[in-house]
């Protein structure tokens, strides 16, 4: 299939800095409900480094934060040649998935060899052995999702795969005569996985035509194309490069804006009940203020 899929582009932040000349207006927004990080945002001056990384750089576009967001983290790594790591995960509850969006590298995970290039992605289960180098000339530079896995006693836990965006077909959403199309990763009815990372594209024109309000958490970056998004009560305008938090229940929808299509890296939580900690931490804390009254 890879053959006859149109040529793909995928947007990645270089760094440097503005001159001295640019105004201080632009996109940037960030509040309870979502958050709007421009590209332009994402300049030498914000970029973080990692234990056990060698020649690598990233710019953070979320975390777990109050107020921000609560189920996972979401970069954008820059490795460059001769760069990588033998140890690139430090916590074992972890599971990730990467996206190449420029230049190549080579995974190396459970003993087998991924060459990736842009549009390569790879699911990583916890405790996954694996590293990744950067062995061409050019810097590499993939978004990496996070999430700490939540198993299910009786439910076996999801494997290890590496796969191509060519080579996944749309899904398109019923009634839109595939001007809105979702590319698929996970199979959506496999809930050994508890998060999504898909590629969603509108063709121009194309819209979300109801605000969306739902439980899952996203995480959303522009691969491609512009369009106006709808983010609780506000309408932003987005380009190839901006990234987008929307807490759950905030409402959403967007107009595609052309002249070609508007792609998306979209992360969503999903497969799992509801926590009730904060319920329990409250039931405890109402069984200490008895068990106290009644000494």
Not at 59 to 81: C, D, H, K, M, N
Not at 151 to 167: A, I, K, M, Q, S
Request: charged share 25%.
């Amino acid at each position: 299939m890879s053959q006859s899929m149109p040529p793909r582009s995928y947007y990645a932040p270089t760094g440097g800095h503005p001159g001295q000349e640019t105004l201080l207006t632009d996109r940037a927004v960030f509040t309870d409900a979502y958050a709007v990080i421009p590209k332009g945002t994402m300049r030498d001056i914000v970029t973080s480094y990692l234990p056990f990384w060698d020649k690598t750089r990233l710019w953070v576009l979320s975390r777990p934060l109050s107020g921000f967001a609560e189920t996972f983290s979401q970069y954008i790594v820059e490795v460059s040649p001769g760069g990588g790591s033998d140890r690139p995960e430090t916590d074992p509850s972890a599971e990730g998935v990467l996206f190449v969006v420029e230049g190549e590298a080579v995974l190396t995970a459970d003993g087998q060899r991924y060459d990736l290039r842009p549009g390569s992605y790879a699911f990583l289960p916890p405790q996954t052995d694996w590293s990744l180098k950067n062995t061409g000339s050019e810097p590499v530079r993939f978004h990496w999702v996070r999430k700490a896995f939540e198993p299910v006693e009786g439910l076996e836990r999801p494997t290890l795969f590496v796969t191509h965006e060519n080579d996944i077909e749309p899904r398109a959403m019923p009634g839109t005569d595939g001007k809105w199309a979702t590319t698929r990763f996970v199979d959506p009815e496999d809930v050994r996985h508890d998060m999504h990372v898909n590629i969603v594209t509108f063709q121009p024109g194309a819209v979300i035509p109801f605000a969306e309000t739902h439980v899952m958490e996203h995480g959303l970056y522009v691969l491609e194309g512009k369009a106006v998004y709808r983010l609780n009560q506000d309408w932003v305008e987005v380009e190839a490069g901006d990234y987008m938090w929307l807490r759950a229940f905030c409402p959403q929808a967007c107009y595609a804006g052309g002249p070609g299509p508007f792609r998306y890296l979209l992360y969503k939580d999903v497969n799992r009940h509801m926590k009730l900690q904060a319920a329990g931490r409250f039931e405890a804390g109402a069984r200490q203020s008895f068990r106290s009254a009644a000494e």
